[in-house]
């Protein structure tokens, strides 16, 4: 079919039913028909187009994309236009995909069940009445509810992951520096990564292609060689024999019953595809989700100082959301001087032995298995406290604490409730965990 063709299809899938799951905060359809119509045209002409030609993608709303809202689904910044275009809009353009609007997060990310939107929740369209899990649960939604080929999201803590898992799709959060942060705006910028939405493998080794590689503009972008994504969905046949796959007890542990099980099945699964598996310990679980969440808030703090109300928007203190509003407060009492060494210090030694220690576990193995998330969905409409809802991230946080990449595959499903396996591997080996999730696709 053509660009366009497939563009309207999906055009009538928001029409019907954004209204209902409200995946996307703003779309952009005229734009998208010229994209689309210009495609075509280039086709019919013989010329060559890009990689991504005529699949259409949906942004997070924390991702600056030039003529449309970049509000971080806050008050803070309803009005804001984006100017620009991020290093991975840019690179998405360049590949011909077409941006068709920006979706619906948890405000400024921070969160798991895209609740805390100032423009609404947003509604799980496989599993009915239950959140989507967040903070990118708009643009899973977009994906799972047809109505875009591929989105964009952003991981500190398990975004992209976690609503993948909820909504049955692949999630991946590259290793930290693979893919360039320029134009996205920080929640933790020492965890915050984007990366893709997908319905297949395939279409993640696509996007993954498209967005990772060095940036000059933005600091912490590693200089490697991409690796071939694709490539490794070809022969992951070959590559899962003799893999050696980690399965940490204490993931388990953590983990409902009903999840665990399906979990299990596809380990058994692996080990009949030629996988060798190896039982391995991780001794810090329970200091994981504190270390994550202090130095969340510090760097949230930091970052949320340019949001005073004078340059642009309103001043954040003013107009944001109960969580904001804690991270900001406490990031303030823990970054005031008397109090640094006490807990700011404190945390970053934890992580470095975190890192230490989930680097060791990995070194051993080609990859570490296990749920996602140790929990299934709630309600919307179920009010859950601030410690309820850090629960969701026990088992994503980690590879952000490390640096590692993971991502998240659907691996079955609780009463038409989606679970999801993670896949977490070695810094820089994000094509193994491509090639694992393509075998048991
Ligand atoms: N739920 C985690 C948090 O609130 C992760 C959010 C994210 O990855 N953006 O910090």
Same mark, same amino acid.
């Given at each position: 079919i053509t660009a366009l063709e497939n563009l309207e299809q999906f055009c009538n899938n928001i029409d019907a039913n954004n209204g209902r799951y409200? &995946? %996307?905060l703003e779309i952009n359809k005229n734009s998208a028909i010229d994209c689309a119509s210009n495609i075509d045209s280039r086709i019919n002409n013989g010329e060559t187009v890009g990689k991504l030609a005529g699949l259409v993608v949906g942004i997070k709303s924390n991702i600056n994309v030039e003529d %449309?809202?970049? *509000? &971080? &689904?806050s008050r803070t910044l309803e009005n804001y236009l984006g100017s620009y275009d991020a290093t991975v809009i840019q690179r998405i353009k360049e590949e011909d995909g077409i941006i068709i609007g920006m979706t619906n997060m948890d405000e400024f990310a921070a969160g798991s069940s895209t609740e805390t939107s100032y423009f609404g929740h947003t509604e799980n369209p496989v599993a009915l009445g239950r959140i989507p899990g967040g903070s990118s649960g708009g643009s899973a939604v977009a994906v799972a509810a047809d109505m875009c080929d591929l989105a964009i999201g952003s991981d500190t803590g398990g975004s992209i992951r976690n609503p993948a898992s909820h909504c049955g799709l692949i999630g991946f959060k590259p290793t930290y520096g693979m893919v360039s942060r320029q134009g996205l705006m920080d929640l933790a910028m020492s965890f915050d990564q984007i990366g893709p939405f997908a319905r297949d493998p395939g279409g993640a080794a696509l996007m993954l292609e498209v967005i990772a590689g060095y940036d @000059? *503009?933005?600091? *912490?972008?590693l200089d490697f060689k991409i690796p071939n994504f694709t490539n490794s969905v070809k022969n992951c046949e070959d590559s899962i024999k003799g893999m050696r796959v980690g399965v940490v007890k204490q993931f388990f542990d953590v983990s409902d019953d009903k999840i665990v099980n399906i979990i299990e099945e596809s380990i058994d699964k692996m080990k009949e595809m030629g996988a060798e598996v190896v039982e391995l310990s991780f001794d810090y679980i329970d200091l994981c989700l504190p270390t994550y969440y202090l130095i969340n808030y510090v760097e949230f703090f930091s970052a949320t100082r @340019?949001?005073?109300?004078r340059k642009y928007g309103n001043r954040i203190e003013d107009v944001c959301g109960e969580e904001v509003l804690r991270r900001i407060h406490m990031g303030s009492y823990i970054s005031q001087k008397e109090f640094s060494g006490k807990y700011y210090k404190k945390a970053l030694q934890a992580r470095s032995l975190i890192k230490r220690e989930v680097n060791k576990l990995i070194n051993d193995v080609d990859v570490m298995v296990g749920p996602t998330v140790p929990k299934l969905p709630h309600k919307i409409g179920t009010t859950l406290d601030p410690l309820d809802m850090y629960s969701y991230d026990v088992l994503t946080v980690i590879a952000n604490l490390a640096g590692i990449p993971a991502a998240s595959t659907p691996a079955g499903d609780v009463r038409g409730i989606p679970v999801g396996l993670q896949i977490q591997s070695k810094p820089l080996d994000d094509a193994k965990i491509i090639g694992m999730m393509a075998a048991l696709d």
């Open positions: 409200n &995946a %996307f %449309f809202h970049i *509000t &971080a &689904a @000059k *503009t933005e600091c *912490t972008s @340019k949001y005073d109300g």
